[in-house]
């Protein structure tokens, strides 16, 4: 038994969900895979896998050796490239997280710049706004907005996210244009409500205009946990959103969202790359990073801010 090539196929066994499947992206036969399987665990003297006519599941014993194993296989494939010369190119699969909205608008359109650079990188990338954690769900990294509440996590600051209020013309037509944002709380205007996945509730904006500051929360009917919803959610009409430029800046060209408060200022919104601490810097995944910084630095920079004295 090849131990290296039974430990890959109990991981593409795993992560495949079946052997049929762990087979296909191996390109072996699925007699193969089942008895590189069984062989490890001949040799284990251990049981990996609880085998039902549907699916295969992890055993107690089995988790704990997947864990250690894809951490194994990316290391030797950092080995592999570090020594093999410069013209070898990163490899690998890495697991990330992003934002529905920065996934759809800015890495999307940017991502086959990136395959053509690194072919060999495979992205198994989750879209969504909440909390992930990292460690269980054996997540490489994260990108996210807003400050990092948990400071266990390694992380590196890539963009800082102008914001900007706005409301489609049929809400404006429908209730007419707050002209001072306390209005959004004491009349009839209503907000597009947020919910946060630290906390599950809409949260407060910071806003300021002269020595005027304030923080506005706003009164909703709606409130969503993805930041696609919550742009639809505004452009359909259902009530005022803080938007970062990039997400407004198309809308606002076609003329389906308008700014409100224009002479009020609101503090950018930092983005992190956030990974575990204990997790080694892959060179696939340093080169991710790198890639998204200089991605982020084109659409969203991170503004240097003055040393307080």
């Known amino acids: 038994m090849d131990r290296f090539d039974a430990m890959q196929a109990f991981v593409r066994v795993v992560e495949a969900g079946s052997f049929t499947k762990a087979a296909e992206t191996l390109h072996m036969s699925k007699t193969s895979v089942t008895q590189l399987v069984q062989q490890l665990e001949a040799r284990l003297r ?17 988790a704990i050796y997947y864990e250690r194993v894809v951490r194994l296989l990316d290391d030797l494939d950092d080995v592999d490239t570090s020594l093999s010369g410069a013209s070898s190119l990163p490899r690998g699969r890495l697991r990330v997280d992003v934002p529905s909205p920065l996934a759809r608008i800015i890495l999307m359109p940017a991502l086959p710049d990136f395959h053509a650079r690194y072919p060999d990188i495979q992205i198994d990338m989750g879209v969504s706004d909440r909390i992930v954690d990292l460690i269980s769900e054996k997540v490489d990294c994260v990108v996210r907005g807003g400050e990092l509440t ?55 904006y910071a806003m300021h205009r ?9 009164r909703y ?25 990039y997400m407004a800046k198309a809308h606002v060209q076609k003329g389906e969202l308008l700014p409100l408060f224009e002479d009020w200022f609101l503090e950018p919104m930092p983005v ?8 080694h810097i892959s060179i ?8 998204i910084a200089q991605l982020m630095a084109q659409h969203a920079p991170v503004i240097s801010r003055p040393l307080k004295g």
């Open 272 to 279: 992190y790359v956030a990974y575990p601490p204990n997790r």
């Open 46 to 62: 251990v049981k990996l896998l609880n085998r039902t006519t549907r699916k295969v599941n992890l055993t107690a014993d089995g």
């Open 284 to 291: 696939k995944l340093r080169v991710f990073i790198d890639w």
């Open 221 to 245: 009917v709606l409130a969503v946990d993805d930041g696609n919803a919550y742009l639809a959610a505004g452009l359909a009409g259902m009530g005022v959103l803080w938007l970062p430029d």
């Open 150 to 204: 948990d400071l266990s996590l390694m992380a590196r600051r890539v963009g800082d996210l102008q914001l900007g209020v706005y409301a489609a013309p049929s809400y404006l037509d429908r209730l007419g244009v707050p002209t001072h944002p306390r209005e959004l709380e004491n009349s009839h205007h209503r907000v597009v409500g947020f919910l946060w996945a630290r906390t599950g509730k809409a949260l407060p």
């Open 210 to 218: 002269n020595a005027e500051s304030l923080h506005v929360q706003g």
